[in-house]
C-alpha cells in the first residue's frame, strides 16, 4: 500500500507543473528584455569595432606573450610548491578528507537545488494565479483580518450611568416593532390581492 501511496502522491502533486510554469515564466520575463540589450549592443557595436580598427596587433600579441608567461610561471611554481608539500603518509588521509568534503558540497548543493526548485515551483503557483485571475490567498487572508465584523463594531454609547433605565426601554421597543412590520406587510399584500 505504501508504494501505491507514494505513486499517488506523485500524480497528484501539482508542484513540478508550478515548477514548469515558473521556468516559463521565468523565460518571458527575460526574453522580454533581449529588444533593450540588442539596442545597447547596436549603439556600442561601432565605438568597439573602431577599438579593434585602431589596435595595433604588435602590442595585443605582445600582452597576451606577457601574460602567457607570467601564467606558465605560476603554474610552475604552483605545481612545484605541490609536489614538494606532499607526503606519502598524509596522502591517504587528505584523499579521505576530499572525499568528504566532496560529500558535504554535494549535500549542500542539493539542499539549495531543492531550495530554488520550491522558490521556482512557488514563483509558478503565483503565475498560474494570475493567468486565472485568481486572488491570492494571502491576500484574502490578510482580508479577513484587517477587515472588521459588521456586528462587532459596539454601538455608540447610548446611555450613560443616569440613563440606564432608558438604555434598557429602546431595544425592547425596537423589537415588538420589528416583529410587527413584516406581519403588517404581509397582511396588507393579502389584503390588496383579496
Do not use: C
Not at 7 to 23: H, N
Not at 48 to 58: F, G, H, L, S, Y
Not at 112 to 134: C, I, L, N, P, S
Request: glycine share 6%; net charge negative.
Amino acid at each position: 500500500m505504501a508504494i501505491a501511496d507514494d505513486l499517488k502522491k506523485t500524480l497528484t502533486d501539482p508542484t513540478p507543473l508550478y515548477f514548469a510554469a515558473g521556468t516559463a515564466d521565468l523565460a518571458v520575463q527575460q526574453a522580454k528584455k533581449v529588444p533593450g540589450l540588442i539596442e545597447q549592443l547596436r549603439a556600442e557595436a561601432p565605438a568597439r569595432i573602431e577599438a579593434v580598427k585602431n589596435t595595433d596587433p604588435k602590442v595585443v600579441q605582445e600582452k597576451a606573450a606577457a601574460a602567457a608567461k607570467e601564467a606558465q610561471e605560476a603554474v610552475t611554481a604552483k605545481v612545484a610548491e605541490v609536489f614538494g608539500a606532499i607526503d606519502p603518509k598524509k596522502l591517504g588521509e587528505t584523499a579521505q578528507d576530499l572525499a568528504l568534503r566532496g560529500v558535504g558540497v554535494a549535500a549542500e548543493y542539493a539542499v539549495r537545488a531543492k531550495e530554488t526548485y520550491d522558490k521556482v515551483a512557488e514563483h509558478g503557483e503565483q503565475a498560474v494565479r494570475a493567468w486565472r485571475g485568481e486572488v491570492s490567498e494571502e491576500i484574502v487572508e490578510i482580508a479577513v483580518a484587517v477587515e472588521p465584523e459588521p456586528e462587532a463594531a459596539p454601538p455608540a454609547a447610548e446611555a450613560s450611568a443616569g440613563d440606564a433605565s432608558a438604555a434598557e426601554d429602546k431595544p425592547a421597543a425596537k423589537k415588538p416593532a420589528a416583529r410587527k412590520s413584516p406581519a403588517k406587510k404581509a397582511g396588507a399584500t393579502v389584503g390588496d390581492e383579496g
